[in-house]
């Protein structure tokens, strides 16, 4: 399993390991059945290096406060934000509702709440797990598909570790500000939890990037 002490360094290393070694399909380059630890989620933001991404640490913040909110129209963000990104406007429903907001979706059923009150009842609960895609609902799925599969916690060594399996993962946008949403939601069950935040693993069945986001020059020999 490959381990990355931050965000950051996973961001830089998958994007190279993808530019060598990525297969075409569906408009990417993209790997398979790929896991990854994170040492220390908390340290979150992605910066430039080689990769010019100009990650908006801004913008990753008010996607949180909307999850927060467990509103899932998108007029809450743009209230948040300012404006609504392109992206949500293309996924959203006729009344502006999406199912992509993650935070409506660990709010259904009380999910989170659950989370927090079955680790706190016993630190070996194998059962604090959030699910949001669900194959049942894929007839609902007509604007937007959740990208992510579920999350689950587990205290082991007295730290709050999590564990995000997803389905489908674009490095370029989707793991960038993903990322961010989800060490901020171990970080959050953890401070409800009374207890240090531990790793953040992360398995993507589909990690890919969209041509578009490649170099121009894909024969030279890149450094992972």
């Known amino acids: 399993m490959h381990s990355f002490d931050t965000a950051d360094n996973a961001f830089h290393s998958l994007y190279w390991r993808i530019v060598r070694n990525g297969v075409d399909f569906a408009g990417t380059k993209a790997?398979?059945?790929?896991?990854?630890?994170?040492q220390f989620p908390a340290h979150n933001a992605i910066h430039n290096g080689r990769i010019k991404r100009n990650w908006s640490q801004e913008y990753a913040e008010a996607e949180w406060q909307w999850y927060l909110s467990g509103d899932?129209?998108?007029?809450?963000?743009?209230?948040?934000?300012?404006k609504v990104p392109a992206i949500w406007k293309r996924m959203a429903d006729k009344d502006g509702n999406v199912n992509s907001n993650y935070g409506w979706q660990w709010y259904r059923n009380d999910q989170l709440r659950k989370v927090i009150n079955n680790l706190g009842q016993n630190h070996e609960s194998r059962q604090?797990?959030?699910?949001?895609?669900?194959?049942?609902?894929?007839?609902?799925y007509a604007n937007?598909?959740?990208?992510?599969?579920a999350v689950q916690?587990?205290?082991?060594?007295g730290k709050l570790n999590m564990s995000?399996?997803?389905?489908?993962?674009?490095?370029?946008?989707?793991?960038?500000?993903?990322?961010?949403?989800?060490?901020?939601?171990?970080?959050?069950?953890?401070y409800e939890?009374?207890?240090?935040?531990?790793?953040?693993?992360?398995?993507?069945?589909?990690?890919?990037?969209?041509?578009?986001?490649?170099?121009?020059?894909?024969?030279?020999?890149?450094?992972i």
């Open 164 to 190: 995000v399996v997803m389905r489908s993962n674009d490095l370029w946008y989707g793991f960038c500000n993903d990322q961010y949403q989800f060490s901020n939601l171990q970080m959050y069950v953890a």
């Open 72 to 82: 899932r129209n998108i007029a809450k963000l743009g209230e948040l934000y300012g």
């Open 193 to 223: 939890l009374n207890l240090p935040v531990g790793t953040y693993y992360h398995f993507a069945h589909n990690l890919h990037l969209y041509n578009d986001k490649l170099p121009e020059d894909k024969t030279r020999n890149f450094h």
């Open 128 to 140: 604090a797990a959030i699910s949001i895609y669900d194959g049942k609902e894929i007839d609902d």
């Open 144 to 149: 937007d598909t959740p990208c992510t599969y």
């Open 31 to 38: 790997l398979f059945n790929v896991g990854f630890e994170i």
């Open 153 to 157: 916690f587990t205290v082991l060594n």
